[in-house]
């Protein structure tokens, strides 16, 4: 397995473990505002499904339509987690079909904010693998908030669950 495929399939452990401890919590608790970016809970988990979506399209080729990186749209938690585990299985097969040096080329798009940008499709994944887990940060430091911890999504914790995955 290859660090694309090990890293998406890390992103989709991890955003089922995190969702999976965040469908606790009251719905009062995940639309309450909050100070951070995106103003609540669900719309910080939101924006990091939304952004999936936006370079899922940048390595399709195909316009994504979305104008802001905050959607005035909210789904309600339940349809979020099945966005999420859609695109997070998308993501796995994609790193799957990945052949030879096709990782190494290169995907230009337009960012949301205005302005060309250009990059590899590895480095793309490694992008959404990442984005996700800053954003997975500011969500557990809500849950610290409300006195629930939140679970361990670390990588190393991972590879030690899942030890095929790491070679």
């Known amino acids: 397995m290859n660090d694309m495929q090990i890293l998406a399939r890390y992103k989709a452990w991890a955003d089922e473990v995190f969702l999976s401890a965040v469908s606790t919590l009251p719905d009062a608790e995940l639309t309450a505002p909050r100070p951070i970016v995106f103003g609540s809970l669900i719309r910080t988990l ?4 939304a952004m999936d979506y ?4 940048h390595l399709l080729g195909k316009p994504h ?5 905050n959607p ?5 938690l339940a349809e979020l987690i099945e966005k999420q585990r859609t695109i997070d299985a998308w993501y796995v097969g994609y790193a799957d079909s990945l052949a030879g040096d096709e990782s190494a080329q290169p995907v230009e798009f337009e960012f949301i ?3 060309a940008g250009r990059m ?4 793309i994944i490694l992008h959404v693998v990442n984005h996700t887990t800053y954003h997975r940060g500011h969500a557990a430091g809500i849950l610290y908030y409300l006195d629930v911890f939140p679970p361990t999504t670390d990588l190393p914790v991972f590879l030690r669950q899942h030890p095929t995955a790491g070679g």
């Open 113 to 115: 904010g205005g302005g």
């Open 54 to 57: 936006v370079w899922q399209c």
């Open 46 to 49: 939101h924006h990091s499904c």
């Open 120 to 123: 590899s499709r590895r480095d």
């Open 65 to 69: 339509g979305l104008t802001t990186r």
């Open 72 to 76: 005035e749209h909210c789904p309600g």
